[in-house]
């Protein structure tokens, strides 16, 4: 891969939290630099993931893509680039509102800040990704891919349009509405180690970072370059139980000692649902159809 980059492709999701003055500060800040630039804005949804197939299947070597925005920014653009005929790395500028990579990354949320990290780097930096095929489509998730109660708060989200806000403890409100409205499903899980089966389960989380939901950290352990996915299941508990378990989460980081959580790790798996649940990845909300799904992990080249 080139070390040595000397065009720079922003790909821009103006709604994302502050995107609006986004493409503005990076003109600014990119004054100080030599290298040229392109700004490209995306127009609808998933219009990233077209704009990063092509520019990585299209450009030289020397061209590094750059998402900017939230985690679902990211997604879509690692989604464009994995797809493509070549294997370049993807860069990223955190403008969002949850911002779960950069927290596991201890990247500055600061443009400015986040340019000078980019262009003083000297070599890439190789991670896991998720991958997901299920009966309908394939999918890709960074941070994390999960269903039942979070996928329900995105959809709850993505109704009310209310997105922006998402922020660790507005997150955690919307799962004690979410709660009310999900209901629990039989899963059973099969891997090479795992054969399981769980009659009522409100969430299943398919973990490859510490963080979800704007700062909840899902598993404390889940580590991006280990080729294992960490999962995380949550049975069927009483609201004072739920209270319970976001108070551990939020305090001592214990809640996958409770006796309705589990956590496994596996090289891959494939859920079965005998309901279809709604779903996530990194955020980004995975419609009402998934029965089954074969989980696993790719190399991905990151410019962090």
């Keep these: 891969m080139a070390s040595n980059y000397t065009h720079l492709i ?5 709604f994302s939290r502050k995107g609006k003055h986004t493409k503005k500060a990076i ?5 100080r630099y030599s290298l040229t630039y392109e700004i490209h804005t995306t127009q609808y949804k998933r219009h990233a993931v077209e704009l990063a197939h092509t520019f990585s299947d299209e450009l030289a070597e020397d061209c590094l893509i750059i998402a ?37 990354h201890d990247l500055s949320r600061s443009i400015e800040v986040s340019l000078e990290r980019i262009l003083s780097k ?16 394939e999918l890709v998730a960074v941070n994390s891919m999960g269903f039942g109660i979070d996928g329900m708060v995105i959809a709850k ?38 054969d ?17 939901g704007g700062g909840i950290p899902i598993h404390p352990l889940a580590d991006p370059q280990d080729e294992y996915i960490d999962i995380v ?22 809640h996958l000692t409770h006796k309705k959580m589990h956590s496994y ?16 990845r990194d955020g980004e909300l995975i419609d009402k159809y998934t029965r089954s799904i074969k989980i696993d992990t790719v190399k991905q080249y990151f410019w962090v």
């Design 10 to 14: 922003f790909i821009v999701n103006e």
């Design 27 to 31: 003109s600014e800040h990119m004054l």
């Design 68 to 104: 900017v925005g939230g985690d679902g920014t990211l997604n879509e653009v690692v989604e464009g680039v994995s797809k493509s005929d070549r294997q370049r790395a993807v860069s990223y500028l955190p403008t969002g509102s949850g911002n779960d990579f950069a927290r596991s």
């Design 122 to 137: 000297n070599e890439e930096t190789e991670l896991d990704i998720i991958t997901g095929v299920s009966d309908v489509e």
């Design 157 to 194: 989200l993505d109704k009310n349009r209310n997105k922006q806000t998402t922020g660790k403890f507005s997150y955690l409100l919307s799962v004690l509405s979410a709660y009310f409205a999900q209901k629990s499903f039989p899963l059973s899980i099969h891997s090479e180690r795992l």
């Design 196 to 212: 399981l089966s769980f009659d009522e389960v409100l969430l299943i989380v398919c973990a490859n970072h510490k963080y979800f």
């Design 233 to 254: 299941i949550a049975e069927k508990v009483s609201f004072l139980e739920l209270l319970q378990i976001l108070y551990r989460i939020l305090s001592k980081e214990s």
């Design 265 to 280: 790790r596996v090289k891959s798996c494939t859920l079965l649902f005998e309901t279809p649940q709604y779903g996530q």
